[in-house]
């Protein structure tokens, strides 16, 4: 029912830039907060940024200073532009969204599918 799709992902050179979006779509009621996760070959899954309600946010420290969050509420999506890009960037990019969908009693955690990030060097 409801979904999250990213977008933006691809190949990009070191020192470059790239936007990821997500749009989150169906029967939502409420998102709160939103964030975005990677996961590099063979390694785990990591938070990168995150984002509030009401525009708050947080970096991993790989990500602060070169990575901005932003979303907008009226269109359900989140989006993390990229700059100055390093080859450890490299990774599935993941949306994550805390909303509660409509005939659900409580706020559940959604996930997209991911989009590809391949950072060369």
């Known amino acids: 029912q409801v979904q999250l799709v990213e977008s933006g992902g691809g190949l990009v050179q070191a020192g470059g830039s790239l936007r990821l979006s997500c749009a989150a779509s169906?029967?939502?009621?409420?998102?709160?907060?939103m964030g975005w996760y990677r996961q590099a070959p063979g390694k785990q899954r990591e938070p990168v940024a995150h984002i509030t309600s009401i525009g708050g946010t947080n970096y991993s420290g790989s990500a602060k200073g070169r990575f901005t969050i932003s979303r907008d509420n009226a269109k359900n999506t989140v989006s993390l532009q990229m700059n100055s890009l390093k080859p450890e960037d490299t990774g599935v990019y993941y949306c994550?969204?805390?909303?509660?969908?409509?005939?659900?009693?409580?706020?559940?955690?959604?996930w997209g599918k991911g989009t590809l990030v391949t950072v060369s060097s």
């Open positions: 994550n969204a805390d909303l509660k969908a409509t005939g659900t009693p409580y706020a559940m955690s959604y």
């Open positions: 169906g029967s939502i009621v409420s998102i709160y907060d």
